[in-house]
């Protein structure tokens, strides 16, 4: 039986703090210099807080887990954050600074190389395929779950473009997801993302890839746990859209046009 909801969101908090903790000793010598980047305003962070968010989300996900989706959890979670972490610093590469969308992995691999968002895109979808294998169910929720939570990993990234933005989403979606006999799966990476927030909104991490990644996909994990095949059908043609959408429409520029979104997504930040 899982602990209580309760418990594991102070658990996912509890090592999401711990790992900032060691991010920060991390970022404060040389070796942490790899992980440091510009963002949006000038201001200097570093992509740290990813993989501190993507450790405590999937250790929760993983002790919350109802029994038959432990090993898919892990699976998930994991191997979406090393492929982030491996984007996060490959993709910096000067070579790589075309490579960026559906768009730009398609023309890198025109030209004869595989972008490091290429390599994170397979690696999930990989991921996503044993998580659904792991989860033992028929080819068609095999192929919906493998949708899921491939997709939602990369939805959750494409919102990591201002503090706080993609940490909001999940612990909102997290949220959403506590109740029913599956939510104990989001109950850790609730706690987590809440934990990483402040950190977040306060311009001194970013979640990048590593934590964008890994806790979107065990947001689609549990969305591949709702029990009615169209509703799950209707969450991945959402995450679908939303997808595509992003390749021709700013989420930045959607959010600042929408009245709540803007005042939601703006809450707790540092002016520009």
């Given at each position: 039986?899982?602990?209580h909801p309760?418990?594991?969101?102070?658990?996912?908090?509890?090592a999401?703090?711990?790992?900032?903790?060691?991010?920060?000793?991390?970022?404060?010598?040389?070796?942490?210099?790899?992980?440091?980047?510009?963002?949006?305003?000038?201001?200097?962070?570093t992509?740290l807080?990813?993989?501190?968010?993507?450790?405590?989300?999937t250790?929760?996900?993983?002790?919350?887990a109802?029994?038959?989706t432990?090993?898919?959890?892990?699976?998930?979670?994991?191997?979406?954050?090393?492929?982030?972490?491996y984007?996060?610093?490959?993709?910096?590469?000067?070579?790589?600074?075309?490579?960026?969308?559906?768009?730009?992995?398609?023309?890198?691999?025109?030209?004869?190389?595989?972008?490091?968002?290429?390599?994170?895109v397979?690696?999930i979808?990989?991921?996503?395929?044993?998580?659904?294998?792991?989860?033992?169910?028929?080819?068609?929720?095999g192929?919906?779950?493998?949708?899921?939570?491939?997709?939602?990993?990369?939805?959750?990234?494409?919102?990591?473009?201002?503090?706080?933005?993609?940490?909001?989403?999940a612990?909102l979606?997290a949220?959403?997801?506590?109740?029913?006999?599956?939510?104990?799966l989001v109950?850790?990476?609730?706690?987590?993302?809440?934990?990483?927030?402040?950190?977040?909104?306060?311009?001194?991490?970013?979640?990048?890839?590593?934590?964008?990644?890994?806790?979107?996909?065990?947001?689609?994990?549990?969305?591949?746990?709702?029990?009615?095949?169209p509703?799950?059908?209707?969450?991945?043609?959402?995450?679908?859209?939303?997808t595509?959408?992003s390749?021709?429409?700013?989420?930045?520029?959607?959010?600042?046009?929408?009245?709540?979104?803007?005042?939601?997504?703006?809450?707790?930040r540092?002016?520009?």
């Amino acid at each position: 039986m899982s602990p209580h909801p309760a418990l594991l969101v102070a658990a996912g908090a509890a090592a999401a703090r711990a790992g900032l903790a060691a991010a920060a000793a991390v970022d404060a010598r040389p070796a942490g210099a790899p992980w440091r980047r510009t963002n949006y305003a000038g201001r200097p962070v570093t992509l740290l807080g990813g993989p501190a968010l993507a450790a405590a989300a999937t250790a929760g996900a993983v002790l919350g887990a109802p029994a038959g989706t432990r090993g898919a959890a892990a699976v998930a979670g994991a191997v979406s954050g090393l492929v982030g972490g491996y984007d996060d610093l490959a993709g910096a590469r000067p070579e790589q600074a075309g490579d960026k969308g559906l768009a730009g992995h398609l023309r890198a691999l025109r030209a004869g190389r595989v972008s490091a968002g290429a390599v994170k895109v397979a690696g999930i979808g990989a991921a996503a395929a044993v998580a659904a294998l792991a989860t033992r169910r028929g080819p068609v929720d095999g192929v919906l779950t493998t949708g899921l939570v491939a997709g939602t990993a990369n939805l959750v990234n494409l919102l990591d473009l201002r503090p706080g933005r993609a940490a909001k989403a999940a612990a909102l979606a997290a949220a959403a997801g506590l109740r029913g006999p599956a939510g104990g799966l989001v109950a850790g990476p609730l706690g987590a993302a809440l934990a990483v927030l402040p950190a977040d909104l306060g311009e001194r991490v970013m979640l990048g890839d590593a934590g964008a990644n890994a806790v979107g996909a065990l947001l689609g994990l549990r969305a591949a746990a709702v029990p009615s095949r169209p509703v799950r059908a209707g969450l991945l043609a959402a995450v679908t859209a939303l997808t595509l959408a992003s390749e021709r429409i700013s989420f930045t520029r959607v959010i600042e046009a929408t009245p709540g979104l803007r005042e939601l997504d703006r809450l707790g930040r540092r002016p520009a």
